[in-house]
């Protein structure tokens, strides 16, 4: 009967009631051994309104919800919307998916998103140590203070397990992109770190220099970042302790996909991404298009997997894929290698802030994870020192001037090659090459007559 009286409803009509009742998403990490319902994403022609967080759903939509699917949000991001609906077992989806498609609509399942998985040593530098991957972009040595933009018109979102915004060596005016993230009560907190993997990807982003203790960064004392947590929500506790943190396991690609909104809404620029997945999602590929399209930069991890095989989001071609390499610049026995990658750069053995367990200290973790913030980093000091540039010809000056590693020209193993500044910056202001000479001489003027 149930079945009966799900047929006996305009679909349409069914899934727009549904979302017109459906908070907007507040993003959440998983414990990573959380078994999820189904879960799918609804695009189409429903013409849902945008809801407001904290709407309340009317018995009447629960009631629907309750012989089929449950819409647990909506989300406004790339010009679309996207309705997320769970069930309970791939049956239900199955049933689910063939109605919404017999009513014109795309149904896909919502990939899951997890952070890098990272290798991690704990370290505690004496003094102040600039890491060999920071001191590799830029040819050996980090520019001066004075190289560095004092203000950002291009700032920098990272996507991640949150900030820790009371460590000394990172910028304490980092803000959360989502307003729901700024207050310290809350569960997904963005000034909070429990699993480290953020703080860690921001340090080498954005690590204070000069100031006698701990790293620098590749734009030592980036101003202006924003931060979007979508890993490691408050109170789930790491039991036992150690690293994979329970809740840091994983988030969905739709709330990705909102979680770059956020960024975007806050006014960054650039997006780095140090996470990833194995399953595609034309929902997020065409999101993550529209984002570039509209001057978005953003920059994604390659995989960890050490096989060809593809991680998403880096691997769609609006984003810039980075594979990690070694400090004999050998590519990273973990890197993924495929002909999606872009560029590579320091990955092993990198030396970055953390928080808790212990007080504020420093790690060496190791993953594609640590190699995507060296690039990211690389574009915020690119594109805020050359602001007229467009995302697009920032992305192909940093790969153009990347130094070749492996076969000549692009490979699979480091896309273009090793991520360096001095190159990008050449590329990026090279003028005009000279007008080739023609392919004939020009004939001698004739002697003049006698």
């Known amino acids: 009967h149930r079945r009966a009286s799900r047929d006996s409803m305009p679909f349409v009509l069914f899934l727009a009631l549904l979302a017109s009742a459906t908070a907007a998403p507040t993003t959440k990490g998983r414990r990573a051994n959380e078994q999820p319902k189904v879960r799918l994403v609804v695009t189409g022609e429903t013409n849902v309104a945008r809801t407001t967080r904290g709407a309340r759903a009317s018995n009447r939509v629960a009631q629907m919800a309750a012989w089929g699917g449950n819409v647990t949000m909506t989300i406004r991001a790339a010009h679309n919307t996207f309705t997320v609906v769970e069930v309970a077992d791939p049956n239900e989806a199955r049933l689910f998916k063939e109605q919404a498609e017999r009513s014109g609509l795309r149904v896909e399942e919502d990939q899951r998103r997890y952070p890098g998985p990272s290798v991690a040593t704990r370290t505690q530098p004496l003094a102040e140590e600039t890491p060999w991957g920071i001191e590799r972009v830029y040819n050996g040595a980090v520019p001066n203070a004075s190289f560095f933009p004092s203000a950002v018109t291009h700032p920098l979102c990272i996507i991640d397990s949150g900030y820790l915004l009371t460590h000394p060596d990172l910028p304490s005016d980092a803000t959360a992109a989502d307003p729901l993230q700024a207050d310290p009560a809350g569960t997904m907190y963005f000034g909070d770190d429990i699993c480290n993997h953020g703080t860690h990807v921001a340090g080498t982003i954005a690590a204070i220099g000069g100031d006698g203790e701990g790293v620098v960064g590749v734009f030592p004392g980036a101003p202006g970042l924003k931060i979007v947590k979508v890993f490691g929500e408050a109170g789930q506790l790491d039991d036992p302790p150690g690293w994979p943190n329970e809740a840091c396991g ?11 909104q956020r960024c975007v809404d806050s006014g960054a620029k650039i997006v780095s991404m140090s996470l990833g997945g194995g399953g595609p999602s034309s929902t997020e590929r065409d999101a993550f298009q529209t984002f570039f399209d509209d001057g978005i930069l953003i920059v994604a991890s ?76 690389l574009a915020m000091v690119l594109w805020n020192k050359y602001p007229s540039y467009t995302n697009a010809e920032v992305r192909t000056a940093l790969e153009g001037g990347a130094e070749d590693l492996g076969e000549p020209g692009r490979d699979n193993e480091f896309g273009h090659g090793l991520a360096n500044y001095q190159g990008a910056e050449m590329r990026l202001g090279a003028p005009s090459p000279p007008p080739s000479p023609p392919a004939t001489p020009p004939a001698p003027p004739s002697p003049p007559a006698p």
């Open 302 to 377: 390659a995989g960890n997997g050490g096989s060809s095989s593809y991680s998403y989001p880096a691997s769609y071609p609006s984003i810039m894929s980075v594979a990690a390499t070694d400090i004999s610049d050998a590519k990273a026995s973990f890197s993924q290698f495929n002909d999606e990658v872009d560029i590579a750069a320091p990955g092993v053995d990198v030396v970055s802030t953390v928080g808790p367990p212990s007080d504020p200290g420093y790690d060496s973790f190791s993953g594609t994870s640590m190699a995507a913030p060296h690039v990211s980093g």
């Open 250 to 260: 994983w988030t969905y690609a739709s709330e990705l996909v909102d979680a770059v």
